[in-house]
């Protein structure tokens, strides 16, 4: 397992500044939290992609600053919206591709707007299917006020889907919609692809690796048991950290505690 660092840790400091502070600092894995369309794009994807060959970093993943409106684009009846937001997700998936980056985060809908399973599984393999052809995998997140904030749900899209079906396990949110993310392990098993972390405790559940009183020993035995050697990346607010060198410090911290899992 690699220990990393999300861009959207620094919000809102600029992406390319985020990405240089973490690059300076040491950090060598990253997702990237894509916070405005023009960072799709030159000029600054090419002092980005300038950075992680300076630096070599590896991007796993992407975040998308479209989450927000994922419900009306993805997930109602107005098919027009949907093929738009497939074709508009293409530009995501290139991008992905220039940064040699594997996972798609997704929000998906909110609980507000109603959605049948059904067409939620069919909008979730049409957006897979796109993400096909660029070499991406587009993992479900547990936001706790979206959708996927249900384990129940997740579970039945599991079963729906089988392998086509991936997650991310943020366990902030799933600490926020009161599900244990160890028992989510168990639930989820091979269909976790990917891990946000953050730790949880007295002081709030948005904490620094080892600043908690979560029983991390048992979520990692967990996640090790069901074959899990993917990225926990660390994603925390701005106030839940001083200097960018305190966050790549902690970073290495919770290397240092996975490398006993290998």
């Known amino acids: 397992m690699k220990a990393g660092v999300s861009t959207a840790c620094m919000y809102p400091t600029v992406l390319e500044k985020a990405f240089l502070s973490l690059a300076e600092t040491g950090v060598k894995t990253t997702e990237i939290f894509v916070n405005s369309h023009c960072e799709l794009y030159d000029p600054y994807k090419k002092e980005m992609l300038a950075m992680q060959k300076e630096y070599g970093i ?28 497939l074709d508009y997700y293409k530009h995501f998936f290139e991008y992905m591709n220039d940064f040699s980056t594997k996972y798609f985060i997704l929000h998906g809908n909110k609980n507000q707007n109603f959605c049948e399973d059904e067409m939620y599984f069919e909008r979730y393999i049409r957006l897979q299917e796109t993400a096909d052809s660029f070499g991406v995998c587009v993992v479900q997140e547990n936001v706790s006020r979206c ?56 002081s709030g559940d948005c904490l620094k690796f080892g ?44 290397q240092n505690y996975l490398n006993k899992f290998d």
Request: include cysteine.
């Open 58 to 85: 590896d991007v796993v993943s992407v975040h998308p600053f479209t989450c927000g409106i994922e419900p009306m684009m993805l997930f109602t009846a107005y098919e027009r919206r949907v093929t738009d937001m």
């Open 147 to 202: 959708t996927g904030g249900s384990l129940d749900f997740l579970v039945k899209m599991k079963n729906a889907m089988g392998d086509k079906a991936s997650f991310v396990l943020d366990l902030k949110q799933a600490h926020r919609a009161g599900n244990d993310p160890t028992e989510m392990v168990k639930a989820l098993g091979k269909n976790i692809k990917h891990v946000h972390f953050s730790d949880c405790g007295k």
């Open 211 to 254: 600043f908690g009183e979560y029983d991390n020993e048992a979520f990692f035995t967990s996640l090790k048991e069901q074959g899990y050697n993917g990225s926990v990346i660390l994603e925390l607010y701005r106030n839940g950290f001083g200097e960018v060198a305190e966050l790549a410090e902690n970073c290495q911290a919770m």
